[in-house]
C-alpha cells in the first residue's frame, strides 16, 4: 500500500498550513565558509531525522514510506556532498554502509527487493551517488568489496546492454523489467543518468568507449524531440508510437543531469585533444545553462532569480519525488562549474540567491527550522511541509555556495583512488529476470490492495486535471464544484472522465494515458518517474522559448491562477490551489548578495543548435 501512503503524504503535506512559526530562521551569509557550514550542519541533521537505515531493524540505505528506493541513493550522494564541502564526516560511515548494503548480488544496484520498482532511473540515482564517491575520493569500500568506480562501471554496462534499438530508434526504457508498468516508456530521466554516467566515466578512467556512450544518448535525445532546439528537455513518450507523442513536463533534475554530464563531456574532450568535440559540447553547456535559468529559476535576472521546481510547485502538486528535484539541479549545477569553469559567475549568482531564500523559510516543524518547499516568490514563509526531498534540497543548495573552495574532483590519473572493473556487472547484462524475483507471489490481497489505491490515484489525478477541463470564465471554486459532481468518485464516471478527456486531443490523450498508466503503475509500485507532473505555465516560459511541442496540454493554459486566486478548497484527496502561478515580469526575486555580480564570462561561440555536430 505504499502507493496511497505515498500520494497522502505529498497531498495531506500541504493541508498541515503554516502553524508553528517559533521564530527560528537562519542568518545564513553565502560569503562566509562558516556561516554555510554552521547552517548545513543543522540542515543535515534535521535531514537525518528521516533516514532510519542506521536505526536498530533498520535497512542500510533505505528510507521509510514514503520514500522509494532510489530517494535512498539520492540521499546517499548528498550525504557524500556534505562531506565533501565540509569535511565533516559525521556521516561516513552510515553513507558507506548505504551505499553498499544496496549493491545487490551482482554489485550493479539490482537488488532483488526492488525488482517490483526499479527503473532505469532508479538504478541511475544510486550509479551517480557511488560516480560522485569515486570523484571526491570518498573513504573506500573495505578490502573485498567492490570500488565505488567498479559500482558506477556495473551500472553504466548494464545499462547499456537495455539500450534498446526496437523501439524510437534506441534509448533506455524507463523500466527494466517488463511486467513493471512503464516499460512501454521511454524517459529523458532515464536517458539523463545514464549519459551523466558515461561522461563522468570517460572523464574519470579516459576510456573513450563511454563517451561514445555518451554522445550516442545525447544524439538519440535531440533525434527524439526530448531536447528540443532551445535545449529544453521534455519529460518521455512511448514506445507504442515510436515515442512521436512526447509529454511536455519539464522537471528539473532532467536538464541538471544532462548539463553536468555536458560540462564533463567538455572536461574530457579537452583532455583527449579533441578540440573541435570541446567547443561543441561547450555550446551545449551553454544552452542547458540557458534554459536551465529561463525555465527553472523564478525573478527579474540573473542576479536575484530562485530555484523553482516550476512544473508543481507553485500550484501545490509536487509529489514526494518530485519535492527533493532542487536538491539535484543544486548539485549539479555547483559540480558544472569545476569543469566549466567559464560558467561559475552566473551558476554561483543564480545559487546565492537560491540558497538564501531556501534557508529564510526553513522555520518549520517542531523544532522551529525544518525547511519547507518553496523558496522563489517566498519573504520567508514556510510553506507547512517537510520531508527529505525539501530538506535535501535545502542542504544542497546551500553547501553549492562552497563550491569554488572545495577541491576539484579527481580522476583515474590525478589521483583518484577507487578501484574499477571495466566488465563489472557483466553478469546481469541484458537479464530481464532478476535473481530472487518469484514469480505470482502477489497474493489475492495486494491485489485488493492495489485495485484500492488506483482508484484513489487515479481520483487524486483526475481531481488534478480539472484545470485542464476547466472553464476559464468561472471561478476555480465553481470549476472545481461542477467537476467533482461530474466524477463522483466512483470508477466508472472516472473512467468516463478520462475518456472524456482523451477526445479532447493529443495532448489530452497523451495525459489520459499517462493518468491511467500511473493509476496501474502505482498500484504495482512501480511508478517513480514524473509522467503526472505539470506542464509548465506559459507564464513561466522566458521570452526566447518556443511554443511548446504540438502535444502540449490545452494551448499552454494549463492551471493556475486565470480565474485568480485563493478558493482554495481542499478534501484531503486532492490539491486544490488558487495559487497564481509566477510570471517572470512580475517577479519579486529577492534575496542574494551582490558580492558576485560580475557577468558571466562568455565565450560563446556560434549558434549550432543543440544537434551533434
Ligand atoms: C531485503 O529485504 C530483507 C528483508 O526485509 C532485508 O533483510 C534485506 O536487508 C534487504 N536487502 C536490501 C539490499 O535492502
Ligand atoms: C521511429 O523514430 C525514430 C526516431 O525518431 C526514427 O528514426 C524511425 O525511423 C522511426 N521508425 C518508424 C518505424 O517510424
Ligand atoms: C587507473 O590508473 C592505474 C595506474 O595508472 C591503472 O593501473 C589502472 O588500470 C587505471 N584504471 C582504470 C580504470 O583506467
Ligand atoms: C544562451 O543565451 C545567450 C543570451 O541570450 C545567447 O546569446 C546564446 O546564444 C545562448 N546560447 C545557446 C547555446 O543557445
Ligand atoms: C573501456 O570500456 C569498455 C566498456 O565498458 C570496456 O569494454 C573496455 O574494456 C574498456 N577499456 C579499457 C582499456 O579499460
Ligand atoms: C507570490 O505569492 C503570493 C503569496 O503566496 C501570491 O499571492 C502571488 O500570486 C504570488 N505572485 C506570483 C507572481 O507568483
Redesign the pocket.
Known amino acids: 500500500m505504499r502507493c496511497c501512503a505515498r500520494r497522502n503524504a505529498a497531498f495531506t503535506a500541504v493541508l498541515v498550513f503554516s502553524a508553528s512559526r517559533l521564530g527560528y530562521a537562519y542568518d545564513l551569509d553565502v560569503t562566509s565558509t562558516d556561516s554555510i557550514k554552521s547552517v548545513s550542519k543543522d540542515i543535515a541533521q534535521d535531514l537525518m531525522t528521516f533516514y532510519t537505515g542506521n536505526r536498530p531493524g533498520g535497512i542500510p540505505g533505505l528510507l521509510p514510506d514514503p520514500y522509494y528506493w532510489w530517494e535512498g541513493g539520492a540521499l546517499m550522494g548528498a550525504l557524500v556532498d556534505y562531506w565533501y564541502y565540509t569535511g565533516d564526516s559525521t556521516y561516513n560511515d552510515i553513507t558507506q554502509r548505504g551505499l553498499l548494503h544496496q549493491v545487490g548480488p551482482y554489485n550493479d544496484y539490482m537488488p532483488p527487493n526492488q525488482t517490483l520498482t526499479e527503473g532505469n532511473d532508479d538504478q541511475g540515482f544510486w550509479g551517480m551517488a557511488v560516480m560522485t564517491a569515486a570523484e571526491y575520493n570518498f573513504q573506500d569500500p573495505p578490502e573485498g568489496q567492490p570500488g565505488w568506480l567498479a559500482l558506477a562501471?556495473a551500472v553504466?554496462?548494464t545499462q547499456a546492454a537495455r539500450w534498446d534499438m526496437d523501439h524510437c530508434n534506441g534509448g533506455l526504457r524507463w523500466q527494466i523489467f517488463t511486467w513493471n508498468n512503464g516499460f512501454n516508456y521511454k524517459n529523458s530521466i532515464s536517458q539523463a543518468c545514464f549519459f551523466n554516467i558515461a561522461a563522468r566515466l570517460a572523464l574519470y578512467?579516459g576510456?573513450a568507449?563511454?563517451a561514445d556512450w555518451a554522445v550516442k544518448t545525447w544524439d538519440w535525445m535531440v533525434n527524439v524531440n526530448f531536447i528540443d532546439h532551445n535545449y529544453r528537455i521534455y519529460d518521455g513518450a512511448h514506445t507504442d508510437d515510436n515515442c512521436t507523442t512526447i509529454t511536455p513536463y519539464e522537471f528539473s533534475y532532467n536538464v541538471g543531469a544532462f548539463l553536468l554530464g555536458a560540462a564533463a563531456m567538455v572536461a574530457y574532450t579537452d583532455q583527449a585533444g579533441q578540440s573541435g568535440d570541446t567547443e561543441m559540447w561547450h555550446e551545449r553547456v551553454d544552452g542547458l545553462l540557458n534554459s536551465t535559468e529561463e525555465v527553472f529559476f523564478y525573478g527579474d535576472n540573473t542576479q536575484d532569480k530562485i530555484m523553482i521546481e516550476v512544473a508543481c510547485e507553485g500550484v501545490n502538486l509536487c509529489d514526494v519525488d518530485q519535492q527533493s528535484f532542487k536538491a539535484y539541479l543544486s548539485r549539479w549545477m555547483a559540480a558544472t562549474t569545476k569543469w566549466a569553469p567559464w560558467t561559475f559567475d552566473r551558476i554561483k549568482a543564480l545559487l546565492q540567491s537560491s540558497a538564501v531564500a531556501a534557508a529564510n523559510q526553513c522555520t518549520g516543524g517542531d523544532n522551529g527550522r525544518m525547511c519547507g518547499l518553496k523558496w522563489a516568490n517566498n519573504s520567508g514563509q514556510w510553506d507547512g511541509t517537510t520531508g527529505v526531498g525539501q530538506q535535501m534540497a535545502a542542504m544542497e543548495v546551500v553547501l553549492a555556495n562552497m563550491i569554488q573552495q572545495a577541491k576539484a574532483p579527481v580522476t583515474n590519473s590525478t589521483g583518484g583512488t577507487s578501484v574499477g572493473d571495466?566488465?563489472a556487472g557483466g553478469s546481469d547484462d541484458g537479464r530481464y529476470d532478476p535473481v530472487g524475483w518469484q514469480h505470482g507471489s502477489i497474493d489475492g490481497g495486494d491485489r485488493a490492495g492495489a485495485a484500492i489505491c488506483t482508484v484513489i490515484v487515479l481520483a487524486s489525478f483526475l481531481t488534478a486535471v480539472v484545470f485542464m477541463l476547466a472553464d476559464e470564465t468561472k471561478s476555480t471554486r465553481d470549476n472545481w464544484d461542477n467537476f467533482r459532481s461530474s466524477v463522483a468518485a466512483s470508477p466508472a464516471t472516472a473512467a468516463a472522465a478520462v475518456a472524456k478527456v482523451r477526445n479532447v486531443g493529443h495532448g489530452k490523450k497523451d495525459n489520459a494515458k499517462a493518468a491511467q498508466e500511473k493509476g496501474k503503475g502505482v498500484s504495482s509500485e512501480s511508478s517513480s518517474s514524473t509522467e503526472t507532473g505539470e506542464k509548465i505555465p506559459s507564464a513561466f516560459k522566458g521570452p526566447s522559448a518556443p511554443p511548446p511541442p504540438a502535444t502540449a496540454l490545452n494551448g499552454g493554459r494549463m492551471r493556475g491562477g486565470r480565474s485568480g486566486g485563493g478558493s482554495g478548497s481542499n478534501d484531503g484527496i486532492s490539491p486544490v490551489s488558487g495559487d497564481t502561478p509566477p510570471s517572470s515580469s512580475s517577479a519579486s526575486g529577492r534575496g542574494g548578495t551582490t558580492a558576485m555580480r560580475s557577468p558571466r564570462s562568455s565565450v560563446l561561440k556560434k549558434t549550432k543548435g543543440p544537434s551533434s555536430k
Do not use: G
Request: hydrophobic share 10%; aromatic share 22%.
Open positions: 562501471q553504466f554496462n578512467t576510456n568507449t563511454y571495466p566488465s
